[in-house]
């Protein structure tokens, strides 16, 4: 994400995870007029692999600090290789992280994950959610959800794909269970708790692609959210479109 810049508040430009390759990530950036290589920080949100085997090229190829929790860093450089790193700031799970003008609040969740966070954005007039690998609905977040003005929200599975689809059975209880991730329904139900006159938009993210349809999960929130609110679909294979707070 991108924070607007004037005169006395400079842009911050942050990533969060790295899971894609680096030449999927400077050319998805570069699709939209950005270059990787003036971005600021990379925040990690755990050590599952989708979120963290390319932080090393991040770091290496583009010089882009890493800030992830000295748990997940350990775990990550342990299982996946991740090569030398020269440029890596720890944080707390908990704590806020100052990126110049802009705050980043870091969020534990109950993921299976080690030591794993989701993080809110604030840069003084807004403020963002990157609430994805939840878990579950855990005590705090529909009121963390009510004090954003957008989200990009996890929305990982529909629940009759999970059960009917190829999955073994412990996978799917993984999936389903307390460390897991949170369903359509899950997710929509925290948008109508949660979700007030504030809140502008909402980008359902990390849809499973074994265990889930965007049309599905577009239609699932419809039904319980009605047609009237902003809804977006983060894409697994494209850059998603500028989207404005």
């Known amino acids: 994400m991108e924070t ?9 430009r942050l990533l969060f995870d790295a ?3 680096g030449k999927q990530a400077e050319m998805r950036l570069a699709e939209r007029g950005r270059d990787i290589r003036n971005v600021d920080a990379a925040l990690i949100s755990h050590d599952h692999a989708d979120h963290v085997r390319c932080m090393g090229i ?3 190829k583009f010089g882009i600090p890493l800030h992830v929790t000295e748990a997940t860093y350990a775990a990550a450089t342990g299982k996946y290789g991740l090569g030398r790193i020269d440029d890596v700031r720890l944080f707390r799970a908990g704590q806020t992280l100052r990126f110049g003008p802009v705050s980043v609040e870091t969020i534990p ?4 994950g080690v030591d794993g966070v989701a993080f ?3 840069d003084g007039r807004h403020r963002l959610g990157v609430l994805t690998d939840l878990g579950h609905v855990f005590g705090g977040l529909p009121e963390l959800i009510g004090s954003l003005d957008a989200v990009m929200l996890e929305s990982n599975y529909d ?5 009917t689809g190829p999955y073994p059975e412990f996978l799917k209880a993984r999936i389903a269970g307390p460390g897991g991730h949170i369903s359509n329904v899950e997710a929509a139900q925290l948008l109508r708790q949660a979700a007030n006159g504030r809140m502008k938009w909402a980008a359902l993210a990390h849809l499973s692609e074994q265990n889930n349809d965007p049309f599905l999960a577009v239609e699932t929130h419809r039904r319980i959210l009605g047609d009237e609110f902003n809804l977006y679909v ?3 294979y494209a850059a998603t479109g500028e989207l404005r707070v």
């Open 4 to 12: 607007a810049g004037d005169r006395d508040r400079p842009a911050v």
């Open 234 to 236: 983060a894409g697994r």
């Open 19 to 21: 899971g894609i390759s």
């Open 159 to 163: 629940r009759q794909m999970l059960a």
């Open 120 to 122: 809110v954005v604030d």
């Open 109 to 112: 969740t109950p993921h299976d």
């Open 58 to 60: 991040y770091q290496r």
